[in-house]
T-cell receptor
């Protein structure tokens, strides 16, 4: 079965500094990888996805993620963090099921950006 | 939260009662999903539906039921058989079950059993 791991429960960064939220995955075939963000008491919002092609994927709000096949990682990055980036971030992988695919979510990483 | 609405935002239930959570979408999406979110556990899939009048159990379907009589609607009933129903429930939709389809989420319903 496919799985995704987010090794850090929490990441702290100062405003203006670069941020990285880590994600590693385990798949039996080609990976389809996603990042979502959740603000307090809200649903998840899609940030970006990797399906195929360029290893560096750009998404919403200045976020990007780098797909690294040899390290089976898909880390989320942003060059300069904002206080408003503070939220819960989920990495996800698509797993085949009958007739389609389902999404497996990591446990989430809480990002705190301090002013 | 896109074109997905969930109601109510907060719901309180006494033990032994069934409750129904509403989910409506105006995105014309075929696929809809229900997830349960507990602290530190990510999201777990309860039920999903690929098309009207069809739905499938997810990883934690016991104690829950759904219907999909209309494309726009996918209500979730939490029955008295669900042993630990207090959680945050999220509804989502996507244009299909293809591998490259991201999901769109509603704002969630927080259910508390008293």
């Amino acid at each position: 079965a496919q799985s995704v791991a987010q090794p850090e429960d929490q990441v702290n960064v100062a405003e203006g500094n670069p941020l990285t939220v880590k994600c590693t995955y385990s798949v039996s075939g080609n990976p389809y990888l996603f990042w979502y963000v959740q603000y307090p008491n809200r649903g998840l919002q899609f940030l970006l996805k990797y399906i195929t092609g360029d290893n560096l994927v750009k998404g919403s709000y200045g976020f990007e993620a780098e797909f690294n096949k040899s390290q089976t990682s898909f880390h989320l990055k942003k060059p300069s963090a904002l206080v408003s980036d503070s939220a819960l971030y989920f990495c996800a992988v698509r797993e085949p099921l009958t007739g389609g695919f389902k999404t497996i979510f990591g446990a989430g990483t809480r990002l705190f950006v301090k002013a | 939260d896109g074109g997905i609405t969930q109601s109510p935002k907060y719901l309180f239930r006494k033990e032994g009662q069934n409750v129904t959570l509403s989910c409506e979408q105006n995105l014309n999406h075929d696929a809809m999903y229900w997830y349960r979110q507990d602290p530190g556990q990510g999201l777990r899939l309860i039920y999903y539906s690929q098309i009207v009048n069809d739905f499938q159990k997810g990883d934690i379907a016991e104690g829950y039921s759904v219907s999909r009589e209309k494309k726009e609607s996918f209500p979730l009933t939490v029955t008295s058989a669900q042993k630990n129903p207090t959680a945050f429930y999220l509804c989502a939709s996507s244009s299909g079950l293809a591998e490259n389809n991201e999901q769109f989420f509603g704002p969630g319903t927080r259910l508390t059993v008293l």
